[in-house]
Structure formats: structure tokens, C-alpha cells
């Protein structure tokens, strides 16, 4: 055989095991145990009141998950304490409400405490909550495992599995939580700790048996073949002594980049469910996200979770659920649901003859949303097109022929160092206008309906704004107060310092090109658009002088330039 054959053969071989892995993730029945209520305000700087809790809580309903973590108890009253006495009293159904427990007490000379009971089994039975999250950490440095032997831990466990039942629910839906594998897997001392325990749980008679499972990688370092490799371990010593129901939830946190794929990784090798917040938003720098997980197991191929959630409230809902929580928008480029990720951002025509973009799976379309055409050198002229008409509406002006002047008109730019965005409306209008075409009222309404949000942009408006009422008050009587400026007025009171004259035949034909409606006049709204544009593209724009500057220099002049060479 070759080596290339050889090389070939060990791709097959790689290409199966990734295929096998897949058909796992497309036929997995994924468990949510939502975590949005806790896992968001872990760190933040904000953390959530109870407004937030209850708005949190209504999305998460939304998307159809019904088992949800709504608590964290300490020996303080704290908001989740108030948010679940709530709940009890509006006649929400409890027993699908979830809580974390330590599930030992304070370490002392090398020994957990273990005849009090953690506050959090105590709080839940108060509050009437029956299924715990118990957190254990089998790889402590702080304890002394030579005392605090496996064995000890193993019997602790069904104590506390024996409580629960006893004191919360028959029924209740116990977890265990390996808080610290990912730390515990990296030795093989601690690894055989959770195996055995594992295997202890696994043992137990079907009617004292744990719900499942749950883990986590609080660190964010290790890599997906790790964690996918470590799973499966825990899911053959599961299946092995017949608790191939139980559950086992994966949550990773974020650190190099590595969270969405582990977390796949995770599920395509023996975990069936996650345990995670809707959004990314967290402590650190975030981890992986339910929405990202569920989107990703649905453009394999994956019918039951479309089945079981609803998922087309994923990408609306985790906004929600990021902006309630940091009071921003998610970042454009997060995937899913940041406001840039239904993006085109070119043609693919370029790439297998066009297979890429026919093959792949259709975010917006998945959501009921259109797919903005992201405008730069590297969209087509059909991509120009639509966006334009897109946003402005299907207007004859609109050509092919415009729209290749358009592409030239953004190359040239970045060959003269000017450095602008098209996207946006005002940027594809001023870059319509400036590449021969002439903005038309209809696009000027849509862009007067453009909010400034920059507190220094809105003074810097009514600045100029006072300019032109102080302008308008000396025309006559009847044309005070109607929203526009003879031409006389408006080169005087602003054109006047970037025009040598006001009768030169130059600038009268640059008042007629910046007048769209062309009622001999410029109007207040024709005139803030290009306002609007400079301070858009320019946002570092300190006073009224500079915004005047930069939008003639960059806006009107060039615009009035092109408009007079097309004619």
C-alpha cells in the first residue's frame, strides 16, 4: 500500500468515528435542566433582582423547558430565596424546580462535616423545593482522603439520597454533581474516585437510585477529545450496571475558546442532557449556552429536541435573557443569536462551484428571519441590490449597473484611506448617493426614523438644530417653523465655509441635488440624515464644528460631486 493510500485509509477510519459521533448527536433525545435563573448572574457585576428573575423565568417557559434550576441557598437570605417563595404562591408546578446543596459542610483538619445538614437541603425542604443538585468535589486538596475514604463518601450519598426521599419528595429527582471533574479526570487516583462512586450509584436499588448525573469543566482549558473521552467512561460504568436511563448533564465554561465543541463532544460520547442558561453570559468568560448546543444538534439532523422544545424562541430568548441580565445586547458576532449571526457575507459561487451555501443548514430561515446581506468588497452586486431594496423598498432606481458603481465607489474609499461601514441604512444610502444614484424621500423617511442613542451625538444634533431654527426665524413669517430652509438660508447659515459662493453654478446645482423631495428647499430631515451619517461613521466626534466639517467634506460634497458627473 502507499503512503498515500495509507494516509487515505487512516482518514476513512477517522471520517467513520466522527460519522458515528454524529448519527449520536442527531438521534440524541437532549435533556435541558435550564439553568438560565443562575447560571447568568454567576460574577456579574449586576446580578439579578427579582424583576429579573421572573422575566428570565417567562423566556425560559417560552422554549418549552420545564425543569429548571431556580436556586443557590446560603445561610443569607437571598433573592432566589424570595424568587421560589414567589413561585410557590403564583401555583407554579415545584416539582420541576431544581436547587444546589453542598453535600458535605466545612472541611476541618482534613474531614467534611457531615452530621449538619447543608443549609441548602434544609432551605429546599422550607421552601418546598424536592430536587437536589448535590455538589461533591472529589479531587479536595483539603481533605484528607485517607480519613474521608471513598467508602465514607459512598455512604454519605445514600444518606442524603435516604433524606430527600424522606423529607422532599418520594419522587423527587436527585443529581449529583462531580463539581470539580474535570480537575478529578486529569489523575488517575481521583479518577478511579469517581468511577467507583459511579458505580456505587449505579448499584443502587432502582427505587434509591440518583436521577443522574451532572458535571462540569469549571476551568475551560481542557480540550473536547479530553472531556468526550472522560464522558464515555462515565457512561460505560453507568451502562454496565444497567442505568442506561439515568441521566448525565454536561455544563463547560468558557476560557479558550474550546466550550461549544467540548460540550458536543460531551454529548456525542455517552452524555444525554445539559445543564446551562440559555445565553452564554456567566462566570468568566462565559460557557456553553443551551441555545448554541440545541441549534447545533438541529442542523445535523436532530428531530427530538425539535420535538420536545421549542426551539424557534431560542435565538429571541437568549437575547432577551442576555440583555435582562447585562443590560446590553449580545455581542454581534455571537453565534445564534448575536445581531450578526444570520449574516451572508458573500456569494458562494466562488467556493465548490456554490455547494457550500446550497449544503449549509439556514439559520434565518430556521427562525423566520431574513438573512441580511452583509454590503463589503466582497458582496455582489445582487447582494447590493437586495440589501438595498431590503431596506428601502423594490424603486426602479435600484440597478445592477448602481449597485457595481457602489462596490467601486467602497474599494476606492479604502485605496484613499477612507474607512466607512455600508451595512447599516445611512451608510448603504450615503454610499447609494455618492456612487450616482439620488436618495429619494421614501429613503429619507426611513432614516429619519433612526434613533441616535450616543448621549453626545443627540446634544451635538440639537446643537445644529438650534442653528437652523435660529435661521429659519428670519425667512418669512409664513415658512417659519415648517421644517425647511430656502437655499439662501441654508448656504449662509452652513454651507458657506466648504462653497466659494452662493451664485456660483456649482453650488446651485449642489442645493438642487441635496433637495430629494425638489421643492426649492432643504428640509430638516434631508439634512440630518447626512448629520446622522457622520456622526455613525465618525463616532469620535467632539463638537458641531467637526460634525459640520465631516459631513459636508464626506457626505454632502462627494455625494453632490457624483450626483453632478452622472448628469
Known sequence: ?????????????????????????????????????????????????????????????????????????????????????????????????????????????????????????????????????????????????????????????????????????????????????????????????????????????????????????????????????????????????????????????????????????????????????????????????????????????????????????????????????SGRPPHPKQPVYGERALDMAFDFGGISGGHVGKSDFDLATFFGEEAPKRISTLASADMIQERLVNLFGDLDIFTLSVAEGMKKVMIDDLTHNRKEEYMSKMGLAVLFDRAGGSLTESMRDVIEEVEVQDALHQHLLRKVREMWDTWDLRESVELIGDECLEFDSFYNGFMAPYFGCFRCDDTRKGLIAIDMDSDGRVDWSEFSLYLKWALHQYPNIKDVDELLSVTFRKGIIPAMHDELLTK
Open 1 to 325: 500500500m502507499s503512503e498515500i493510500s495509507e494516509v487515505i485509509a487512516e482518514t476513512d477510519a477517522t471520517t467513520a468515528r466522527q460519522a458515528e459521533e454524529q448519527k449520536r448527536l442527531r438521534e440524541l433525545d437532549c435533556f435541558v435542566l435550564d439553568n438560565s435563573l443562575r447560571e447568568s448572574t454567576v460574577g456579574a457585576l449586576r446580578g439579578h433582582t427579582l424583576e429579573n428573575k421572573w422575566k428570565i423565568y417567562e423566556e425560559v417557559k417560552r422554549c418549552g423547558f420545564k425543569d429548571v434550576i431556580v436556586a443557590a441557598f446560603s445561610h443569607n437570605t437571598r433573592v432566589d430565596d424570595h424568587f421560589v417563595r414567589q413561585l410557590a404562591e403564583t401555583g407554579e408546578d415545584m416539582s420541576t424546580f431544581y436547587a444546589f446543596s453542598e453535600g458535605w459542610g466545612s472541611i476541618s483538619n482534613g474531614e467534611p462535616d457531615l452530621v449538619t445538614l447543608p443549609v441548602g437541603l434544609d432551605k429546599m425542604k422550607t421552601l418546598q423545593l424536592q430536587n437536589p443538585i448535590i455538589e461533591i468535589d472529589l479531587a479536595d486538596s483539603r481533605i484528607d482522603w485517607e480519613k474521608f475514604t471513598v467508602e465514607r463518601v459512598k455512604n454519605l450519598l445514600q444518606e442524603r439520597i435516604k433524606w430527600v426521599k424522606e423529607n422532599l419528595a418520594v419522587d423527587g429527582n436527585v443529581l449529583i454533581n462531580y463539581r470539580d471533574f474535570s480537575i478529578a479526570m486529569l489523575d488517575p487516583t481521583t479518577t478511579h474516585r469517581i468511577l467507583s462512586v459511579t458505580e456505587f450509584l449505579a448499584r443502587l436499588p432502582a427505587d434509591m437510585r440518583p436521577f443522574g448525573l451532572i458535571f462540569e469543566e469549571p476551568t475551560g482549558k481542557n480540550f473536547p477529545a479530553q472531556l468526550g473521552g472522560w464522558t464515555a467512561a462515565v457512561r460505560k460504568v453507568m451502562n454496565v450496571n444497567d442505568w442506561n436511563t439515568g441521566k448525565l448533564l454536561v455544563h463547560v465554561h468558557e476560557k479558550w475558546g474550546l466550550a461549544e465543541a467540548a460540550q458536543l463532544a460531551c454529548l456525542g460520547n455517552g452524555a444525554n442532557g445539559v445543564w446551562a442558561s440559555l445565553c452564554a453570559e456567566g462566570a468568566a468568560l462565559g460557557h456553553a449556552c443551551t441555545s448554541v448546543s440545541l441549534l447545533n444538534l438541529i442542523r445535523l439532523g436532530n428531530k427530538k429536541v425539535l420535538e420536545r422544545y421549542n426551539c424557534t424562541e431560542l435565538r429571541r430568548a437568549a437575547m432577551r435573557v442576555t440583555e435582562i441580565t
